[in-house]
């Protein structure tokens, strides 16, 4: 099970067992109705006297146990909060599309949303015949783009772009990229959503994009995008990014592993990419995820850069 069934699930059983850890250490359960945002954070409502919101002010460790009338259970374990402004808006949104005979309650000064942030969580299948469990992957979705994307490609692009360390990252400038028109950004997303030539994977938080990578077959006999000759066919990795927020989260060598998976696919037996020599942020976390220096060194628009590898 991944998040995206994760929310699928608590969508559809609708109701849970929320554990608190009461004042004197011991758990406090509490059944009651509960869904899941987009982005697989659980919600909840509870009187702001209630014993759950006094526990969770004080210890917002937590537990919640979903399902188990049919056969299977989502054991989950996390941090819960109660969101304000526009995190609240959020969760109210995701709670009234599940429950919307609540709008009237959640009116009520008295009531709050009770949020909750999965740390970790395992669904098992009790059914005859069957007996499994296995840990939920929390990640956030990675999937290759599609033609109708280009909007949030062209938007994640140039948030890239002026990243403080675009200077050293990317051969492309925010001034030229912003001034590119619609029909650029919907041809380069539709060649990256489909072929054997170029893909882009990216990592959807619920609505959110935060983070992207590309890769691009270069054939032999054709200049790569530094204007060099291919002696050899390959995979090279371009345009990684990934937003502030999720950066020591693991999301990188996930992004790329996507790209190596494609690259494997197609036959290649290695992926390569450019790196400026002085981008040191970026070295760690390539080496971090099985790329190291070819040895190969050369100058590019903005400045030295040193080839890295990655065996496949």
Request: hydrophobic share 40%.
């Amino acid at each position: 099970m991944d998040r995206e069934e994760l929310i699928a699930y608590v969508r559809s059983h609708r109701e849970a067992v929320l554990s608190t850890i009461g004042p004197d250490g011991s758990p406090q359960a509490a059944y009651l109705p509960i869904t899941a945002t987009d982005r697989g954070e659980l919600v909840l409502d509870a009187r702001a006297s209630s014993r759950k919101v006094a526990n969770v002010r004080r210890d917002p460790r937590v537990a919640v146990v979903v399902g188990g009338a049919d056969g299977t259970t989502l054991q989950c374990e996390g941090t819960a909060d109660l969101p304000d402004g526009a995190d609240r808006d959020a969760c109210a949104r995701a709670y009234l599309d599940a429950f919307p005979q609540f709008t009237p309650s959640l009116a009520d000064p008295d009531i709050v949303l009770v949020r909750i942030r999965l740390t970790w969580a395992r669904y098992g299948d009790y059914r005859p015949g069957a007996s499994s469990s296995q840990d939920v992957d929390l990640g956030v979705p990675i999937r290759r783009v599609r033609p109708d994307d280009w909007r949030a490609a062209r938007a994640l692009r140039l948030e890239a772009l002026q990243d403080e360390a675009a200077g050293i990252a990317f051969l492309e400038t925010y001034e030229r990229a912003s001034t590119e028109p619609d029909a650029f950004y919907q041809g380069r997303t539709a060649r990256a959503s489909d072929g054997d030539d170029v893909a882009q994977f990216v990592a959807v938080d619920g609505s959110t994009w935060v983070g992207s990578v590309t890769v691009i077959v270069q054939r032999a006999g054709s200049l790569d995008y530094h204007g060099h000759p291919v002696e050899r066919s390959r995979a090279t990795v371009v345009g990684v990014y990934v937003r502030g927020e999720q950066r020591g989260s693991g999301l990188i060598d996930r992004l790329l592993e996507e790209t190596a998976q494609w690259a494997r696919d197609l036959g290649f037996d290695e992926l390569t990419l450019g790196v400026h020599a002085e981008n040191a942020r970026a070295q760690g976390a390539y080496r971090r995820a099985g790329f190291v220096p070819s040895g190969v060194t050369f100058a590019s628009s903005i400045g030295p850069e040193l080839e890295m590898v990655r065996r496949l």
